[in-house]
């Protein structure tokens, strides 16, 4: 049997196995790369990289154009020479095509009557936003608890209370800051600090900017071209789902769904967290109870973008719209790229919805969902012949089992310590990475960038000292306190 033991290399199959190939996964192998260890392998289940990074030729024959199924912004990019966001960084080394997205100025609002301008109540609920974290940082100085930001709107005397002011909600609180879930299953606080270290230049944020990506090799070729720049192709494994990770303080062994297997010093695991809260991969033996509490606290969001294209354009002239229905989250936010700064003339008009509205859409039929949708378009142009579209798509992202969900969110009941632990190394083998480890910008591109990175540099830094014990974790998540009413009898 050939013996690799004096040539440095591990007698196993690698000395790290990176799980995922999205950007956390990559960036973590760079990162190894960088500190001259390359007996790594990228092992993912999808035929090529860049995770949640994907896109489609979307629309009638001939008149096709590159969408974004995932993400689509750099989101917070640079003030000056200020920090800049690692992914503005990386659209810049490979000539991403991205233009700013005007969501504060950009503007048409509609009911189900058709056209009515409620931008009033839009600039109200921006000023509302800022008050809520203004008092958040207040609360975090005295250390008060988190709590949801449905009460946080309450307490700041905000609460909506009729479709226009929800619909204005919904684009600030579970839109524009991405948090993709209705305001009651938000934590207030980590919600707060999340927009600020990205979009808060006091707080270290890189900008208030969201620039859409709109180039035709799609999102994804910033990080596929990364990884162009230094992974062999020894070093990376596609079309490779794994199905269990067995792991000890020697090492660990990782099962494919084909069967064959793998061994390494360390494992690197970047899947969602939605797929660790499903269960789609098993561990050996079973994760302990601390590390189960962080992964099963943390709320997997979905975000759908439905997409539309008609032969012609009939709607608004602004880069975006907002629908209010008499029901929150019915078809809310609209995104025109056939403006003159993204895709003009390519007929193409996109409704996103996220949350609980998201899982049941994905669980109708499409014709169904277009349906509704269309329904939603003739009611706010009632004096137009609405066509059918041409094309209609939308991605189910919580029922793939690759993913479970968008992105990360925080909610109130899960503390700094749970965040600790979801980062924390099991056995100083097992190690975790992604957007979801990330404290300061879950649910991010930059978040799972920056993880990765970190991730990379601590397993090197283990394996240049021959051992170490890894991000540590706290066995108890302790917050509450016993029960105090003594003086209440039962
Ligand atoms: C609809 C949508 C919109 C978004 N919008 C934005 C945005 O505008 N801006 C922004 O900054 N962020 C946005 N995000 C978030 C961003 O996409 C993520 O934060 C980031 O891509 C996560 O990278 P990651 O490496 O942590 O995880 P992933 O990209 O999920 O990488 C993990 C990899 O593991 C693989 N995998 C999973 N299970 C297995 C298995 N069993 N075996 C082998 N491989 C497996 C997956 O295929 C995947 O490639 C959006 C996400 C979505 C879905």
């Given at each position: 049997?050939?013996?690799?033991?004096?040539?440095?290399?591990?007698?196993?199959?690698?000395?790290?196995?990176?799980?995922?190939?999205?950007?956390?996964?990559?960036?973590?192998?760079?990162?190894?790369?960088?500190?001259?260890?390359?007996?790594?392998?990228?092992?993912?289940?999808?035929?090529?990289?860049?995770?949640?990074?994907?896109?489609?030729?979307?629309?009638?024959?001939?008149?096709?154009?590159?969408?974004?199924?995932?993400?689509?912004?750099?989101?917070?990019?640079?003030?000056?020479?200020?920090?800049?966001?690692?992914?503005?960084?990386?659209?810049?080394?490979?000539?991403?095509?991205?233009?700013?997205?005007?969501?504060?100025?950009?503007?048409?609002?509609?009911?189900?009557?058709?056209?009515?301008?409620?931008?009033?109540?839009?600039?109200?609920?921006?000023?509302?936003?800022?008050?809520?974290?203004?008092?958040?940082?207040?609360?975090?100085?005295?250390?008060?608890?988190?709590?949801?930001?449905?009460?946080?709107?309450?307490?700041?005397?905000?609460?909506?209370?009729?479709?226009?002011?929800?619909?204005?909600?919904?684009?600030?609180?579970?839109?524009?800051?991405?948090?993709a879930q209705s305001p009651d299953q938000n934590s207030w606080i980590?919600?707060?600090?999340?927009?600020?270290?990205?979009?808060?230049?006091?707080?270290?944020?890189?900008?208030?900017?969201?620039?859409?990506?709109?180039?035709?090799?799609?999102?994804?070729?910033?990080?596929?071209?990364?990884?162009?720049?230094?992974?062999?192709?020894?070093?990376?494994?596609?079309?490779?789902?794994?199905?269990?990770?067995?792991?000890?303080?020697?090492?660990?062994?990782?099962?494919?769904?084909?069967?064959?297997?793998?061994?390494?010093?360390?494992?690197?695991?970047?899947?969602?967290?939605?797929?660790?809260?499903?269960?789609?991969?098993?561990?050996?033996?079973?994760?302990?109870?601390?590390?189960?509490?962080?992964?099963?606290?943390?709320?997997?969001?979905?975000?759908?973008?439905?997409?539309?294209?008609?032969?012609?354009?009939?709607?608004?002239?602004?880069?975006?719209?907002?629908?209010?229905?008499?029901?929150?989250?019915?078809?809310?936010?609209?995104?025109?790229?056939?403006?003159?700064?993204?895709?003009?003339?390519?007929?193409?008009?996109?409704?996103?919805?996220?949350?609980?509205?998201?899982?049941?859409?994905?669980?109708?039929?499409?014709?169904?969902?277009?349906?509704?949708?269309?329904?939603?378009?003739?009611?706010?142009?009632?004096?137009?012949?609405?066509?059918?579209?041409?094309?209609?798509?939308?991605?189910?992202?919580?029922?793939?089992?690759?993913?479970?969900?968008?992105?990360?969110?925080?909610?109130?009941?899960?503390?700094?310590?749970?965040?600790?632990?979801?980062?924390?190394?099991?056995?100083?083998?097992?190690?975790?990475?992604?957007?979801?480890?990330?404290?300061?910008?879950?649910?991010?591109?930059?978040?799972?960038?920056?993880?990765?990175?970190?991730?990379?540099?601590?397993?090197?830094?283990?394996?240049?000292?021959?051992?170490?014990?890894?991000?540590?974790?706290?066995?108890?998540?302790?917050?509450?306190?016993?029960?105090?009413?003594?003086?209440?009898?039962?």
């Amino acid at each position: 049997l050939p013996n690799h033991q004096n040539d440095g290399r591990s007698t196993k199959d690698a000395k790290v196995l990176i799980l995922g190939g999205g950007v956390a996964g990559v960036i973590a192998a760079r990162t190894l790369h960088e500190q001259g260890m390359d007996d790594f392998l990228i092992v993912e289940a999808r035929g090529e990289l860049g995770g949640r990074m994907q896109n489609i030729e979307f629309g009638a024959p001939g008149e096709q154009y590159t969408i974004e199924l995932g993400p689509n912004w750099i989101q917070g990019t640079q003030t000056g020479d200020g920090p800049a966001n690692p992914i503005l960084t990386l659209a810049r080394k490979y000539n991403l095509k991205n233009q700013f997205n005007d969501l504060d100025g950009s503007i048409t609002t509609y009911d189900y009557n058709g056209f009515k301008n409620y931008t009033d109540l839009l600039d109200t609920s921006v000023d509302q936003f800022d008050q809520y974290i203004a008092v958040a940082a207040e609360r975090i100085k005295t250390q008060q608890v988190d709590l949801n930001l449905q009460s946080a709107y309450g307490i700041i005397g905000a609460t909506p209370k009729n479709p226009y002011e929800a619909a204005c909600q919904y684009y600030q609180v579970d839109w524009v800051r991405e948090y993709a879930q209705s305001p009651d299953q938000n934590s207030w606080i980590m919600s707060a600090w999340n927009n600020n270290f990205t979009f808060n230049t006091d707080m270290g944020g890189f900008s208030d900017t969201n620039n859409l990506c709109i180039d035709p090799r799609g999102f994804k070729t910033i990080i596929q071209a990364e990884a162009a720049e230094f992974l062999q192709s020894s070093q990376v494994s596609l079309n490779s789902t794994v199905t269990s990770i067995e792991y000890s303080s020697n090492g660990a062994t990782v099962t494919l769904a084909d069967g064959s297997s793998l061994s390494s010093d360390y494992v690197l695991c970047t899947f969602s967290v939605g797929v660790l809260q499903y269960g789609d991969v098993a561990f050996e033996p079973a994760l302990p109870a601390w590390k189960v509490e962080a992964i099963q606290n943390m709320v997997m969001a979905t975000y759908t973008k439905i997409f539309l294209q008609f032969t012609e354009k009939f709607w608004f002239d602004t880069q975006m719209a907002i629908y209010a229905d008499k029901q929150r989250g019915r078809y809310p936010i609209w995104q025109s790229l056939d403006v003159v700064d993204f895709l003009p003339g390519s007929g193409i008009v996109f409704v996103t919805v996220t949350g609980d509205f998201s899982l049941r859409i994905e669980s109708m039929e499409d014709s169904d969902v277009q349906n509704e949708v269309m329904e939603v378009l003739r009611a706010m142009y009632p004096n137009t012949t609405v066509p059918d579209p041409v094309a209609f798509l939308f991605k189910r992202w919580n029922a793939d089992p690759l993913f479970r969900g968008s992105y990360s969110n925080w909610p109130a009941s899960f503390v700094p310590g749970h965040a600790e632990n979801l980062r924390a190394t099991v056995n100083q083998r097992l190690w975790f990475a992604g957007e979801a480890t990330s404290f300061k910008y879950y649910g991010f591109l930059h978040g799972a960038y920056y993880e990765g990175l970190h991730a990379g540099e601590e397993i090197a830094k283990c394996i240049a000292g021959g051992s170490c014990a890894g991000l540590q974790h706290l066995d108890d998540v302790v917050d509450a306190s016993p029960y105090p009413f003594t003086s209440i009898t039962p």
